[in-house]
Nanobody, 124 residues
């Protein structure tokens, strides 16, 4: 199984960025997918998740209304569209695959496979 995250970079405050995560070696449509992030000196935290069907999404309060998670089942790609970014969004972003239930969708322990991470830096 391989999850390849890309799309990170340097962006000014108020700007936008779209992350992608290409999945291979697994049946993409059978896995719930999530984005997590880890800032220097902090724990890895939940950002967003999407159900296998793509019909249900979940967001951390800190990104709700600014970030949108989506998936392309035909291409086995997960996306995270980020707008109105601020310095608090600076972190390494990781995509993950798993089969969490509703109560664990925000728990990193519920995800079995992880990508390598992509750095996002927001300058103020």
């Amino acid at each position: 199984v391989q999850l390849q995250a890309s799309g990170g970079g340097l962006v000014q405050a108020g700007g936008s960025l779209r992350l992608s995560c290409a999945a291979s070696g697994l049946t993409f449509s059978s896995y719930g997918m999530g984005w997590f992030r880890q800032a220097p000196g902090k724990e890895r935290e939940f950002v967003a998740a999407i159900r296998q069907s793509g019909g249900t999404t979940y967001y951390a309060d800190s990104v709700k209304g600014r970030f949108t998670i989506s998936r392309d089942r035909a291409k086995s790609i997960l996306y995270l569209q980020m707008i109105s970014m601020n310095a608090d969004d600076t972190a390494v972003y990781y995509c993950a695959a798993g089969r969490p239930i509703t109560s664990t969708v925000r728990d990193k322990e519920a995800y079995h496979y992880w990508g390598q991470g992509t750095q996002v830096t927001v300058s103020s």
